[in-house]
C-alpha cells in the first residue's frame, strides 16, 4: 500500500510472457492498462493500481499466459469459492463478496487505507524460554463455536491452568475448513473459518494482557498443490512440482513429507519464508514459532532412512 488510494502488485514469476491484473477494479478483465510490467531483472513483474477507493476491498487476481488465473502468493486474506460458504456468518460476518460468475479460483483480497486494528498491550514481554508452560491448542476443537471470539471468552479456563504460552495450530489459510492446520496453501492469509484477521489479533491482545504469549505454530516443510508457488510452476503430467519450480523439489528430500516439499535452499524460498515470518511477527505480533517438520528443511536426499 502506497497510499491510501495507490496500490503497488509485484509477482515474482521468471519464464513468463504475459501477467495481467484482473479484479473488481476492471471488471475481470484482462485489457492493456492492467498488463504488468516486467523488472529488468526479467523475473519480477510490477502494476501501480491508482484511483482506489480508501477503505474499500478489492477482489484480484493474476491471468498467467492466457491460462492460469491465480491468486497472490503473499495474500493477507483469500476468497475460497467452495468453502466459504460454510463458514457461519457469526464467525466472519460481512465477508466480500466472491465475483462468481467472473472468474474462477482462490481470489485475493486487498483494502487500501483500512483502519489498523489498536494494539492495547504492545508492550508485552514473553516469559524466558526455561519458563514457559505451553498450552497447544486446535481452535476447531477446544470451543464448540469454533472460533477466535469464543476462545477469547474462554481464556479465565486457561489462566487458571496456569500455563503462560498458548501454541496455536496452524491458524494460515489450509485447503478446506475444517483440519488441523498442516494443509498449508496461503501461509500470509488467516484462515476466515476461525474468524476474521482483527478478532485474530484481539485474541493475541487479550493474551497479552493476561500475561500469556502466542506461539504460532508455523509449517514451511511443505504447501498444498492449491498454493500458487506450486500453481505457477506445475507438472500436470507427473502431478507435481515442475523442474523449473523457483521454491518446490520436484520430489521430496526426506521420508516425512507430505504434499509439496518446499527447497529451503532456494534464494526464492529462502526469501518467502522470511517473509512469513516476519509477516506474523509485525502485523500479529505472536511470539514465535514451532516449526513442524524442521527436518525437512535440509535438502539431504535421505531417501527413506529416517
Known amino acids: 500500500y502506497i497510499n491510501d488510494t495507490t496500490v503497488v502488485l509485484q509477482l515474482f514469476a521468471p519464464e513468463k510472457d504475459h501477467i495481467y491484473v484482473i479484479g473488481d477494479f476492471n471488471s475481470w478483465t484482462p485489457t492493456t492498462n492492467y498488463h504488468m510490467n516486467l523488472a529488468t531483472n526479467n523475473t519480477t513483474w510490477w502494476i501501480e493500481l491508482t484511483g482506489l477507493t480508501p477503505g474499500q476491498k478489492y477482489g484480484y487476481q493474476y491471468f498467467i499466459d492466457g491460462t492460469m488465473r491465480l491468486a497472490d502468493p503473499m495474500s493477507p486474506l483469500i476468497l475460497d469459492p467452495n468453502n466459504d460458504n460454510n463458514i457461519s456468518a457469526l464467525t466472519n460476518p460481512n465477508p466480500h463478496p466472491y465475483p462468481s460468475g467472473l472468474t474462477t479460483g482462490f481470489v485475493t483480497v486487498m483494502q487500501p487505507g483500512a483502519v489498523d486494528y489498536s494494539w492495547q498491550h504492545s508492550s508485552f514481554s514473553s516469559p524466558e524460554k526455561k519458563d514457559l508452560v505451553i498450552y497447544e491448542l486446535l481452535v476447531r476443537d477446544f470451543v464448540a463455536k469454533r472460533n477466535y471470539q469464543t476462545l477469547i471468552d474462554t481464556l479465565d479456563y486457561l489462566s487458571k491452568l496456569g500455563i503462560n504460552a498458548i501454541e496455536l ?136 532412512d529416517v
Open 169 to 304: 495450530m496452524p491458524p494460515g489459510e489450509f485447503e478446506n475448513n475444517e483440519s488441523w492446520g498442516y494443509n498449508p496453501a496461503y501461509f500470509l492469509a488467516p484462515d476466515k473459518y476461525y474468524g476474521p484477521k482483527n478478532t485474530l489479533k484481539a485474541f493475541i491482545d487479550t493474551c497479552h494482557r493476561r500475561g500469556i504469549a502466542v506461539i504460532m505454530d508455523m509449517v514451511l516443510n511443505h504447501t498444498t498443490g492449491s498454493n500458487p508457488l506450486a500453481a505457477l510452476y506445475w507438472n500436470s503430467t507427473n502431478n507435481q512440482p515442475a523442474a523449473n519450480n523457483p521454491w518446490l523439489n520436484e520430489t521430496a528430500r526426506h521420508p516425512f513429507n507430505v504434499f509439496n516439499d518446499f527447497n529451503h535452499e532456494s534464494l526464492a524460498t529462502r526469501y518467502f519464508s522470511s517473509r512469513v515470518m516476519e509477516h506474523w511477527l509485525k502485523e500479529y505480533k505472536v511470539d514465535g514459532y514451532r516449526f513442524d517438520l524442521s527436518k525437512g528443511f535440509t535438502q539431504v536426499n535421505t531417501g527413506s
